[in-house]
């Protein structure tokens, strides 16, 4: 991977190109890669140097404070200079003027439209690309309680949340959505008062700004040679009614209808009205209607496959939850109105909202998608090429039921589809040949996930039943048959993971490492730091789950095997815990995984006082939403374990144990009172008895029931 730096700075107002009497505001700077040699100090070297050579006070440089005769020679030199040491030049140019809510955010609309760009143009002579981007402070205008308005720093943790969506947004556009594994950047800003090499992308911006008014006309000539072998790009807008007009005219109206579907992101509560309601929607739509079928298809298959490769870009459920909910209550409604027939359009939306709330727990939402998707299955069952839907939908659904924590309607719906699968595919062979159909050497990634939801199943339903070894064995069974079915890589890493976790629960620790290792192609010789630096270049996903499988099996070895100090060692040796998801305020699953496990280990370490933070963390992440009941389930098992071992703590922590011992209670009085699937009653009813009794039991017996009950959460 090619690492380069980006330093960056602005020229121009992006709140008065609006007005069209500027020159159109630009970001810009300067690119270099260390390995051709040039470096920061160098830079800042270079640019003290040609700051002497023309008089210049470096200290207090600012470029628009220069005349511009000495202006014009110092830039011509320092570009020239840098440009022989190995810097190139980037521009990044509003040129359409785009203004989106205020100046902070057009700049960051800009910077993330132009990065795009600068990666797919260094993609093309570099497999992987890395970018450190140093970008100039900036100040941003905001207004007091009182509307007195007043300057503020904004702080790097914005910039990379704000960046983060943009970039998600623009890769999808683009459909780049596998790229994002080569390309990595971080973030971090500078002064342009202090820092020399800020001074120089102050140079560099300032320059290409006011090249008309600072430079002779030869000068110009220079300069845009200096410039122009660099990187320059012309920015389009993507966020406003400009660019939904722009596609619609090119008869682009899916893409139309994804910046209608994304508008809201970009445009302050006054805007939004403009995109959701009457003006595009309704020309949208009107376009769509006249579109013969195929067309159709076509149009709203390219929306569909955006929106999904920008929910696998971002990871994020609840920006996922609230896009699809506007494609299901203000899109579909309305395309149904105008009698627009796209059934298999409904089914895929419905499906990914469904999909969406079931990665969150959310039950309720996920029921709702469940009657939407039953309405629609109807009139697409009848056609035998629909089978494909009609299987998804019952995979799908079987997560929905371990949400619920049914594991026998999962086994029994998963065995049905299992012998619908494997008759279907057992007759083959005697309904006569076709050609290139390769009957001999027959796999079903459907039948795979069949079995792979049914083995979760059935571990599940192990941590609470009287035949847990058979509920094991069976899950074994299925998991070797399941990894016969998978022939790409990334189904067969998600078994190994599955039989990770069967084999961490049975106390198989050595065994659940070497098949954690296996999810990642890295040998069981793997040493645990070595695991670590490994998933922590994995895309987010792949790190949280690979973390919270090592986490857990962390946790299970403290009570049995020295390895579990070295694992810890390891997590704190390499960082692990500084990944930027993990420092985040984002709240999703396997995320309270990580924290409790972690408390776990500290907490069978006596490390009672380090473990109440991970605890707490961790209840507050399933304590998120109240919709995501499921999160909420996990959460009374973390809170029972945290009261738990408190109580074993002695008088140093009577207080913090008297105050979890109430919240673990208070957390399942309220969770019994919601309107919750009777599975999932039936489940956690069985706790009330030992909880109502606690308040008899002295603190180690209350320590012992705890610990117990928080062993029934099967995740």
């Excluded at 700075?9 to 051709?36: A, M, N, R, Y």
């Excluded at 969406?356 to 939407?372: M, P, R, V, Y």
């Excluded at 299955?377 to 299987?391: F, H, T």
Aim: proline share 2%; glycine share 4%; aromatic share 10%.
């Amino acid at each position: 991977m090619t690492k380069y730096y980006l330093l960056l700075d602005e020229s121009g107002d992006f709140i008065q190109d609006i007005d069209g009497k500027e020159v159109p505001s630009i970001v810009g700077g300067l690119l270099f890669s260390p390995e051709k040699g040039l470096t920061l100090t160098k830079i800042g070297e270079i640019f003290e140097r040609l700051c002497n050579n023309h008089g210049i006070d470096s200290r207090h440089f600012h470029s628009t404070d220069l005349p511009k005769v000495l202006f014009s020679r110092f830039t011509l030199d320092l570009l020239s200079d840098l440009k022989e040491n190995g810097a190139t030049y980037v521009v990044f140019e509003n040129v359409e003027r785009i203004n989106i809510v205020n100046a902070t955010t057009t700049y960051i609309n800009i910077l993330s439209e132009g990065l795009i760009q600068l990666f797919q143009t260094l993609s093309t002579i570099e497999e992987s690309v890395e970018f450190e981007i140093i970008a100039a402070r900036r100040m941003e205008q905001v207004n007091d309680e009182n509307g007195k308005s007043y300057l503020r720093r904004i702080t790097v943790e914005e910039y990379q949340l704000r960046l983060e969506e943009k970039l998600a947004i623009g890769l999808a556009r683009r459909n780049l959505a596998s790229s994002i594994h080569n390309w990595k950047w971080s973030f971090s800003l500078g002064s342009a008062r202090n820092d020399d090499h800020l001074k120089v992308a102050d140079t560099i911006c300032h320059a290409y700004f006011r090249q008309k008014k600072k430079f002779t006309p030869d000068q110009q000539v220079m300069l845009l040679h200096l410039l122009e072998e660099g990187h320059l790009y012309t920015l389009f807008d993507h966020e406003s009614s400009i660019s939904i007009k722009r596609l619609l005219s090119n008869g682009m109206l899916g893409m139309a209808l994804f910046e209608w579907v994304v508008a809201e992101r970009f445009s302050n509560r006054v805007d939004q009205s403009r995109f959701q309601e009457n003006e595009f929607l309704d020309l949208i739509l009107t376009r769509l209607q006249k579109l013969p079928r195929h067309s159709l298809k076509a149009e709203l298959q390219v929306f569909l496959t955006t929106l999904q490769s920008l929910n696998h870009v971002e990871r994020n459920f609840t920006k996922a939850e609230e896009t699809l909910k506007k494609v299901t209550i203000a899109l579909i409604p309305n395309m149904k109105e105008r009698g627009i027939a796209a059934h298999s359009f409904y089914l895929d939306s419905y499906l990914s909202l469904f999909t969406t709330a079931t990665h969150q727990g959310h039950i309720k939402l996920a029921e709702e998608q469940i009657s939407n998707i039953q309405q629609v299955l109807p009139e697409l069952g009848k056609k035998w090429e629909s089978y494909d839907y009609v299987i998804d939908f019952m995979l799908r659904e079987a997560v929905h039921d371990l949400n619920k924590y049914d594991f026998e309607r999962v086994i029994e719906n998963m065995t049905k589809l299992e012998e619908f699968i494997t008759q279907m595919l057992s007759i083959l062979p005697i309904a006569g040949e076709i050609p290139y159909f390769q009957q001999d050497d027959l796999y079903s990634d459907l039948l795979g996930k069949t079995l792979g939801n049914r083995l979760q199943a059935y571990f599940m339903k192990a941590v609470n039943s009287s035949t847990s070894i058979e509920d094991y064995e069976h899950a074994i069974r299925d998991s070797g048959l399941a990894l016969e079915q998978f022939k790409e890589e990334h189904h067969a890493h998600r078994q190994f993971q599955y039989r990770a976790q069967i084999e961490c629960n049975r106390g198989n620790l050595e065994s659940s490492y070497e098949y954690l290792c296996r999810s990642y192609s890295l040998p069981s010789t793997t040493s645990y730091a070595e695991f670590l630096r490994t998933i922590l270049e994995q895309p987010k996903s792949s790190f949280l789950f690979g973390l919270m499988h090592f986490t857990r099996l962390m946790a299970a070895s403290s009570e049995v095997h020295q390895h579990a100090d070295d694992m810890y060692k390891a997590i704190i040796s390499t960082d692990v815990l500084k990944h930027p998801t993990m420092t985040s305020e984002e709240s999703f699953h396997p995320m309270q995984i990580i924290h409790w496990k972690i408390a776990s280990y500290l907490s069978k370490s006596a490390s009672y006082s380090a473990a109440q933070t991970y605890y707490q963390k961790a209840i507050a992440i399933c304590n998120d939403d109240p919709e995501c009941l499921t999160l909420r389930s996990i959460g009374l098992g973390i809170a029972c374990e945290q009261a738990s071992f408190l109580l074993t703590g002695g008088t140093r922590v009577q207080k913090e144990a008297k105050h979890a011992l109430k919240l673990a209670i208070r957390l399942y009085e309220q969770f019994m009172e919601e309107a919750i699937p009777s599975s999932m009653r039936d489940y956690f009813e069985r706790w009330k008895q030992e909880i109502t009794m606690l308040e008899r039991y002295t603190d180690n017996e209350k320590s012992r029931v705890l610990y117990s009950l928080s062993t029934k959460i099967p995740y």
